[in-house]
């Protein structure tokens, strides 16, 4: 054990478990109860996963604070502090998670039963998970006893798909954890804001100078987050953020045809009000931030260029989510098709990053091969590759247990690897994993089994939609949570000089309780409140549930069409990511250039907050210089998140008093 290094003792070994079963169940009340009342109260105010753009996870931010109180009595250990980190990790990617997974897992994958034809529903019937026709009915008006005999099945599938995503993308970043935490110092822009909370509790360790920039950041946010607040409470309280206006409550504003704007630039339609993403994004490095303002204002050129060549034609009459992702969207459409050029540059980031490390992973490979004991790693490295080979393995074997064949299995497990590499690094990076949202372009890895549309539905195609293309719609819906998180407590251990081995063991401990315990009290809300009350997905039948329809997936273009402009959006990624390799003045980022034209940044509207924190970030450091932007803008944004999470804290009791006593 390094010097100097701290030990998580026994007791957490207790506390984290237990604690993590039970912020499940309260997690899964609270979310119910306010997805009652409100839905801004649901999508916005968050105990799990914060909107889109950042996905950043709020539970770890405000259990923190919570600690800051107890400090002023009694001096809490840094072990106890990652604890509490550990759990509310955990909890926001499994426990609480956001609207859409919590209305999802596994409520939501069984409902479209009740609403299929008859030819699906045999199909769904079929499955040995699948609850009968009248034992999901009754889950509609609620008030009944929970049927666990039938639901057990189903809760032990969605356990199995958690556990096996989990631990294959786990092991994953356990072998690239040297590699970008310790060579790379990737700052992980989550956990670099998440610490300035830890280190408040910590105050009489810092100076007064920089736990003022924290403090001013942190009543900033307080007053953001009260006004959205109470724009949703009260129906008379003055709307600043126009948030009543053609604005979700994530903060997407979608503007309808006929606004002036969207009838002068083609590429328009979305931007967002999302306080926490332009202050998040301020901590990524400036040449990407550059980088993806470049290339997003070089598309709005190009697009209008071909606006007057004659493409696009009735793209003025079409509101501002149509442009983004729907039948007449500019991302599958030519002459560019963005979707396909980043899903291009996906792929290509992930092969660029493996190809950076060739020398490392050689160098792992040899200690693994020779018994090389690895310091600093969670385990040996050849316990690391045993891992990700069984854990390969066992996801294969339960992707065909589950109707599969093993072409899809192992395609599924291809771009597991990809997706979860370029989404991680994107997290790392720039604080936005951006390798999300279902619609058309994540079924690109299906072309591989189905070149051309198939002539009917069936079991391998239903299951394959839900690995691949649903499993990918948003941050917690289960492929890549191990992945992040297993990232995020390395990188916070680096932070704080905790024993890796403890965190990650504790988090998977954490991990494999919360899920099971999750999926239960969600059954059970359910079942007590009924979906009449509570929101639920899956009131569709069985083809729009995971995105799987056929004449969907045939809109998506030519299987020749796609892979050929991925092929382009790769090339482009792989050179511009060697250029930057070869020259330390190229300004060009590779990951600003996949990012630019991503469907899931599209759809949340986010290029204007990436704009914002490339000019807040260019200014700071060039009035002050790494000094300022280190000592003042970093503790700033830390505190704005710290702000944030506070005012989630009290937005959910306030919603479950007005689930009682509405007002």
Known sequence: MPKGEYR????YWILIPLLSLVLSIVGTIDMAFCNITSLGLMCHFTWGIFARTTALPIAPVFLLLLMYPLSKFRRISIPALVSVYIIGLVMSYYGFQDMVTFALHPVAHVMPLLYSPPNLREIM???WWMPPYDVVKQIIPGGVPVNWEAWAPCILFWT??????????????????????????????????????LRLVQAENSKRRRVLPYII????????????LLTYLLPWWPDIFGY?????????????????????????????????????????PLDVLFSFSFFTFLMIALDQ??????????????????????????????PFYWAYISLGGIVAIAIMVMWHSRSYIAETLKAAIQGIPSDGEVFSYRTIYLLILVSAIMMIIYQCFSGVTVAIALVCLLVTIIHSITDTYSLGITGCPFVHEKAVWMSWPLRIIWPSPPSDYSTEWFMAHAFIVCGWNVVPNGPVNGAHTTMSVL??????????????????????????????????????????????WGTCSMEYMWDSSIERYAFGGPSSTVFGVMAVGGLITAVLSLLRARFIWWPLHPLGFAMAPSVGIAWWGSWNAFVFAWVAKWITLKVGGSKLYENYGVPFVAGFLGGLALVNVLAHPIGVIRFFIPF
């Open 491 to 536: 990188k916070m251990s680096q932070l704080t000089r905790t024993n890796v081995r403890d965190s990650f063991l504790l988090l998977i401990l954490s991990s494999v309780i919360a899920i099971p315990v999750m999926l239960c009290a969600r059954v059970w809300i359910y079942y007590l409140l009924g979906t009449s009350r509570v929101t639920v």
């Open 305 to 334: 260029v071909a606006y007057y060549m004659g493409f696009h034609t009735g793209i003025l009459q079409t509101g501002g989510g149509c442009r983004a992702i729907y039948d007449t969207a500019l991302y599958w459409t030519p």
């Open 217 to 228: 950041g942190f009543i900033i946010g307080v007053v953001i987050e009260v006004q959205i």
């Open 244 to 284: 009543k206006v053609n604005t979700t409550p994530v903060g997407c504003v979608c503007l309808p045809a006929e606004d002036p704007l969207m009838q002068t630039i083609i590429h328009w339609g979305r931007f967002t009000k999302d306080p926490l993403a332009h202050a998040i994004l301020y901590l990524a």
């Open 125 to 127: 019937e079929s499955w």
């Open 8 to 11: 998580l003792e026994r007791k």
């Open 160 to 197: 199995l798909y958690m556990y096996t995503f989990m631990f294959f993308t786990s092991s994953l970043m356990l072998l690239l954890r040297r590699r970008w935490i310790d060579i790379e110092m990737i700052p992980f822009p989550h956990v670099l804001a998440t610490y300035g909370t």
